[in-house]
């Protein structure tokens, strides 16, 4: 029953984080709420998607500068 409890927990803990990175809370805020020493640390809990990625790549104008460099 503990073990399960915790995998919910650590569940939870991921699920928070990565839906706090979609918002766009940074690293360091998301490392301080989870107590971790370095915002680093963070990282482990958030899991981007594909399509979170393309849209950060899209909104930095990234994808048009590469495009650019092929043309």
Do not use: F, Q
Request: charged share 25%; proline share 3%; hydrophobic share 40%.
């Amino acid at each position: 029953m503990w073990l399960c409890r915790r995998r919910h927990k650590h569940r939870l803990r991921h699920t928070y984080a990565t839906l706090a990175w979609r918002d766009g809370v940074g690293l360091e805020v998301i490392g301080a709420l989870l107590t971790h020493r370095s915002p680093s640390s963070a990282l482990i809990y958030t899991h981007p998607t594909a399509e979170d990625l393309r849209e950060v790549l899209a909104e930095r104008g990234v994808l048009e500068k590469v495009a650019d460099l092929i043309a």
